[in-house]
């Protein structure tokens, strides 16, 4: 009766897992170049993905589903701050406008519990692309300055003791 729910969270499974290693592969990129904010911001969004895996999970088993947990798709390998910002904002676009079309099927199909879950959803989804083209807003503006900002913040905590975030 919910086929067509399962098969729409098994496939926002794949996109989160996706996301969570994308912005994973980010964030070490960003912490091995010394970018503090950008590799923190990273690491937090990635772990905001994983919520939502086991949201998406918590909801297939109710239906009595099976969770796939594949992810969609293969790591970029972008190693320039702009170029992962950009994709940043791209797959927060594309997973907002997935699951918003998603939940209006959702409704359609009269499972109003699933539609809310998407709904949640793409509030998160536009607060990390709201997240993400700030930053690029930044640098933009601020260019090598805003980097360079970003490496002596990471020295002087370093030099202060403080723990990493
Ligand atoms: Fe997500
Ligand atoms: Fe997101």
Redesign the pocket.
């Known amino acids: 009766m919910h086929e067509k729910s399962i098969e729409l969270l098994n496939r926002a499974v794949a996109d989160?897992l996706m996301?969570v290693h994308q912005y994973m592969y980010f964030h070490f990129h960003c912490d091995d170049q010394g970018f503090e904010l950008l590799s923190n911001l990273f690491r937090k969004?990635a772990i905001?993905?994983m919520m939502?895996v086991e949201l998406l999970a918590e909801r297939i088993l109710f239906l009595k589903g099976e969770v796939e947990m594949k992810s969609g798709g293969d790591v970029q390998k972008l190693h320039s701050v702009r170029e992962m910002l950009e994709l940043a904002t791209r797959?927060?676009e594309s997973?907002a406008r997935d699951y918003n079309l998603w939940a209006n099927e959702c409704a359609a199909n009269a499972d109003a519990k699933t539609k809310k879950l998407f709904e949640q959803l793409v509030d998160?989804?536009e607060r990390?692309?709201d997240q993400y083209d700030t930053e690029i807003g930044n640098l933009e503006q601020f260019g090598a300055q805003y980097l360079a900002l970003q490496s002596i913040e990471r020295s002087k905590n370093l030099a202060s003791g403080a723990p990493p975030a």
């Open positions: 989160e996301a969004t905001e993905e939502h797959m927060e997973s998160d989804e990390h692309f």
